[in-house]
Protein backbone atom coordinates (compact mmCIF):
# COMPACT_ATOMS: atom_id res chain seq x y z
CA UNK A 1 0.00 0.00 0.00
CA UNK A 2 1.44 3.38 -1.25
CA UNK A 3 1.08 6.72 0.58
CA UNK A 4 0.54 9.79 -1.86
CA UNK A 5 1.40 12.97 -0.04
CA UNK A 6 -1.56 15.09 -0.16
CA UNK A 7 -1.23 19.08 -0.18
CA UNK A 8 -4.17 21.10 1.24
CA UNK A 9 -3.64 24.42 -0.81
CA UNK A 10 -6.21 26.84 -1.17
CA UNK A 11 -5.67 29.72 -3.45
CA UNK A 12 -7.66 32.91 -2.06
CA UNK A 13 -8.04 36.50 -3.59
CA UNK A 14 -6.94 39.24 -1.62
CA UNK A 15 -5.69 42.36 -3.32
CA UNK A 16 -3.51 43.41 -4.16
CA UNK A 17 -1.39 39.60 -4.44
CA UNK A 18 -2.64 36.15 -4.00
CA UNK A 19 -2.69 34.61 -0.88
CA UNK A 20 -1.96 31.04 -0.46
CA UNK A 21 -3.59 29.37 3.02
CA UNK A 22 -3.33 25.84 4.53
CA UNK A 23 -6.86 24.56 4.24
CA UNK A 24 -7.90 22.71 7.71
CA UNK A 25 -6.75 19.71 8.19
CA UNK A 26 -8.99 17.47 10.12
CA UNK A 27 -7.70 14.99 12.25
CA UNK A 28 -8.23 11.59 10.68
CA UNK A 29 -6.80 13.25 7.59
CA UNK A 30 -3.21 12.08 6.30
CA UNK A 31 -0.65 14.35 7.59
CA UNK A 32 1.00 17.39 5.63
CA UNK A 33 3.52 16.44 6.73
CA UNK A 34 4.09 13.51 4.10
CA UNK A 35 4.39 10.61 6.55
CA UNK A 36 1.05 8.67 5.96
CA UNK A 37 0.10 8.97 9.42
CA UNK A 38 -3.14 10.07 10.45
CA UNK A 39 -2.80 13.93 11.67
CA UNK A 40 -4.14 13.52 14.96
CA UNK A 41 -1.50 10.44 14.96
CA UNK A 42 1.75 12.26 13.81
CA UNK A 43 2.13 16.38 13.91
CA UNK A 44 -1.10 17.50 15.56
CA UNK A 45 0.12 17.57 19.51
CA UNK A 46 3.25 19.55 17.57
CA UNK A 47 0.95 22.24 16.05
CA UNK A 48 -1.77 22.67 18.75
CA UNK A 49 1.29 23.70 21.15
CA UNK A 50 2.65 26.05 18.41
CA UNK A 51 -1.12 27.69 18.01
CA UNK A 52 -0.91 27.83 22.05
CA UNK A 53 2.25 29.67 21.98
CA UNK A 54 1.20 31.92 19.55
CA UNK A 55 0.03 35.60 21.03
CA UNK A 56 -3.72 35.52 21.13
CA UNK A 57 -4.87 37.94 18.44
CA UNK A 58 -5.75 41.54 19.55
CA UNK A 59 -8.78 42.43 21.29
CA UNK A 60 -11.28 44.72 20.03
CA UNK A 61 -11.73 48.62 21.75
CA UNK A 62 -14.10 48.14 25.00
CA UNK A 63 -17.71 49.33 25.10
CA UNK A 64 -18.47 50.65 28.30
CA UNK A 65 -22.11 52.32 28.63
CA UNK A 66 -21.63 55.08 26.05
CA UNK A 67 -18.03 55.28 25.85
CA UNK A 68 -15.64 53.26 23.69
CA UNK A 69 -12.09 52.78 25.19
CA UNK A 70 -9.09 51.38 23.81
CA UNK A 71 -7.55 47.80 24.68
CA UNK A 72 -6.10 47.50 28.13
CA UNK A 73 -2.58 47.30 27.03
CA UNK A 74 -2.85 50.51 25.41
CA UNK A 75 -3.52 52.67 28.32
CA UNK A 76 -7.47 51.79 29.25
CA UNK A 77 -6.68 51.91 33.10
CA UNK A 78 -5.25 55.27 32.93
CA UNK A 79 -7.96 56.72 30.65
CA UNK A 80 -10.44 55.86 32.72
CA UNK A 81 -8.50 57.26 35.55
CA UNK A 82 -8.25 60.90 33.69
CA UNK A 83 -11.83 60.54 32.17
CA UNK A 84 -13.39 59.65 35.61
CA UNK A 85 -11.15 62.54 37.17
CA UNK A 86 -13.46 65.24 34.60
CA UNK A 87 -16.45 63.72 36.53
CA UNK A 88 -14.95 64.48 39.50
CA UNK A 89 -14.04 67.83 39.34
CA UNK A 90 -17.43 68.83 37.55
CA UNK A 91 -19.23 67.25 40.66
CA UNK A 92 -16.81 69.18 43.40
CA UNK A 93 -17.52 72.55 41.22
CA UNK A 94 -13.90 72.57 40.01
CA UNK A 95 -15.69 73.93 36.44
CA UNK A 96 -12.39 75.72 34.88
CA UNK A 97 -9.94 72.52 36.04
CA UNK A 98 -12.72 69.80 34.68
CA UNK A 99 -12.73 72.06 31.46
CA UNK A 100 -9.00 72.10 30.70
CA UNK A 101 -8.49 68.43 31.84
CA UNK A 102 -11.27 67.52 29.23
CA UNK A 103 -9.17 69.50 26.31
CA UNK A 104 -6.54 67.45 27.46
CA UNK A 105 -8.22 64.09 27.20
CA UNK A 106 -8.34 64.84 23.66
CA UNK A 107 -4.88 65.43 22.77
CA UNK A 108 -3.71 62.61 25.33
CA UNK A 109 -6.35 60.05 23.90
CA UNK A 110 -7.67 61.31 20.05
CA UNK A 111 -8.86 57.46 19.93
CA UNK A 112 -11.42 58.09 21.70
CA UNK A 113 -14.39 60.32 21.69
CA UNK A 114 -14.29 61.20 25.74
CA UNK A 115 -12.58 64.65 25.21
CA UNK A 116 -15.89 65.70 23.53
CA UNK A 117 -17.99 64.15 26.06
CA UNK A 118 -16.72 65.23 29.05
CA UNK A 119 -16.72 68.49 27.23
CA UNK A 120 -20.48 68.51 27.00
CA UNK A 121 -20.44 67.70 30.99
CA UNK A 122 -18.90 71.09 31.46
CA UNK A 123 -20.90 72.85 29.26
CA UNK A 124 -23.88 71.69 31.02
CA UNK A 125 -22.34 72.23 34.54
CA UNK A 126 -22.09 75.69 33.47
CA UNK A 127 -25.49 76.03 31.81
CA UNK A 128 -24.79 76.79 28.50
CA UNK A 129 -26.69 73.97 26.66
CA UNK A 130 -26.37 74.95 23.29
CA UNK A 131 -22.46 74.74 23.60
CA UNK A 132 -23.12 71.57 25.10
CA UNK A 133 -25.15 69.83 22.56
CA UNK A 134 -22.53 71.06 19.96
CA UNK A 135 -19.76 68.95 21.78
CA UNK A 136 -22.17 66.09 21.59
CA UNK A 137 -22.38 66.44 18.41
CA UNK A 138 -18.61 66.18 17.75
CA UNK A 139 -18.68 62.90 20.05
CA UNK A 140 -20.76 61.60 17.40
CA UNK A 141 -19.29 63.26 13.74
CA UNK A 142 -16.54 61.43 15.72
CA UNK A 143 -17.51 57.88 16.35
CA UNK A 144 -19.64 57.94 13.00
CA UNK A 145 -15.86 58.43 11.29
CA UNK A 146 -14.46 55.83 13.16
CA UNK A 147 -17.43 53.70 12.40
CA UNK A 148 -16.48 53.97 8.82
CA UNK A 149 -13.14 53.36 9.21
CA UNK A 150 -13.76 49.90 10.82
CA UNK A 151 -14.40 50.57 14.34
CA UNK A 152 -16.91 49.07 16.02
CA UNK A 153 -19.84 51.19 18.42
CA UNK A 154 -22.47 50.08 19.89
CA UNK A 155 -25.94 52.07 18.23
CA UNK A 156 -26.69 52.90 21.60
CA UNK A 157 -23.92 55.21 22.33
CA UNK A 158 -24.92 57.73 19.51
CA UNK A 159 -28.69 57.25 20.34
CA UNK A 160 -27.90 58.23 24.20
CA UNK A 161 -25.73 61.55 22.44
CA UNK A 162 -28.77 62.09 20.38
CA UNK A 163 -31.07 62.09 23.97
CA UNK A 164 -28.82 64.34 25.42
CA UNK A 165 -28.42 66.31 22.47
CA UNK A 166 -32.72 66.49 22.02
CA UNK A 167 -33.09 67.47 25.63
CA UNK A 168 -30.61 70.39 25.44
CA UNK A 169 -31.76 71.71 22.49
CA UNK A 170 -34.74 72.58 23.97
CA UNK A 171 -36.03 75.89 24.59
CA UNK A 172 -36.05 76.58 28.61
CA UNK A 173 -39.66 76.76 30.21
CA UNK A 174 -41.61 80.00 29.88
CA UNK A 175 -41.15 82.17 32.92
CA UNK A 176 -43.93 81.79 34.92
CA UNK A 177 -46.17 85.10 35.07
Not at 14 to 37: E, F, L, Q, Y
Not at 110 to 117: K, L, N, R
Not at 136 to 144: C, G, L, P
Amino acid sequence: MSCVRQHFLVQVDHPPANVIKMAKIGRNDPCPCGSCKKYKNCCLAKDEAARAAAPPPEPKPRHIGRFIYPREDDGYERLMEDSNAVIDMIHAGDIDAAEQAAHELLVRYPEVHDGYDRLGMVCEARGENRKAADYYRKAIAFIEEHTQKGDDFPHEIVASFHGLIDRLDQPPPAALE
